[in-house]
Nanobody, 124 residues
Framework: QVDVAESGGGLVQPGDSLRLSCVASGGTFSRYATGWFRQAPGKEREFVAHISWSGGSTNYANSVKGRFTIARGDAENTVYLQMNNLKSEDTAVYYC?????????????????WGQGTQVTVSS
């Protein structure tokens, strides 16, 4: 019904930056929320950031606050995650998710559509 695709991951060194992109297709979107989550080996999937339908409301996990920025692109179905000053602890598979109800929560279960994930590896 709705396809979600992340891109922009890669291998970087500590202190570097990456910008992840999320594109949703295959449906009509209105007043939805978009979230970024990540999962490292041996750890639970955790909330990173989310943004409201209008882009006027955002929220971040404490671990990334001040370093990561979530924003909507010119296209309504595009969301970016700008990651600055990356640390080794940021290494994970990053997932983009869409909540068509626009609830903008930090719970993975509240998001109906998920991408396949993009690998971010921060290592020296």
């Amino acid at each position: 019904q709705v396809d979600v695709a992340e891109s922009g991951g890669g291998l970087v060194q500590p202190g570097d930056s990456l910008r992840l992109s999320c594109v949703a297709s295959g449906g009509t979107f209105s007043r939805y929320a978009t979230g970024w989550f990540r999962q490292a080996p041996g750890k639970e999937r955790e909330f990173v950031a989310h943004i409201s339908w209008s882009g006027g409301s955002t929220n971040y996990a404490n671990s990334v606050k001040g370093r990561f920025t979530i924003a909507r692109g010119d296209a309504e179905n595009t969301v970016y995650l700008q990651m600055n000053n990356l640390k080794s602890e940021d290494t994970a598979v990053y997932y983009c998710a869409v909540d068509p109800w626009g609830r903008a929560t930090i719970q993975p279960r509240d998001y109906d559509y998920w991408g396949q994930g993009t690998q971010v590896t921060v290592s020296s």
